[in-house]
């Protein structure tokens, strides 16, 4: 067995959606995950459009860190803002 058949047969169940009935922001990252890692880009995009912006986040979090850029801290503010409406509009188009 490999690595993405041992995170799809043990993935993690939403509180909210256990619980409420409701999906939450984020419900389908952890099979967008899945899908990236198999390398079905398309599909892990429409699970989850903002993977791959939080991913991006992350490394430039990293590349700032080590790299100091001037401008960095602007950067990754702007870049967090764009993520979250990225969350945000996909939550609003997947329930209304």
């Known amino acids: ?14 509180p909210y959606k256990n619980y409420l009935g409701i999906d939450c922001f984020g419900c389908g990252m952890q099979r967008s995950i899945i899908a ?21 986040l992350f490394l430039l979090l990293i590349a700032h860190l080590i790299f100091k850029f001037k401008n960095g801290a602007n950067w990754l503010k702007y870049h967090f803002v764009f993520v979250v409406l990225i969350i945000f509009i996909g939550f609003i188009i997947n329930h209304f």
Request: with cysteine; net charge negative; hydrophobic share 45%.
């Open 36 to 56: 990236l890692l198999k390398g079905n880009f398309l599909e892990s995009f429409y699970l989850y459009p903002a993977l791959t912006p939080i991913i991006s």
């Open 1 to 14: 067995m490999d690595f993405t058949q041992w995170l799809e047969n043990n993935l993690l169940t939403c």
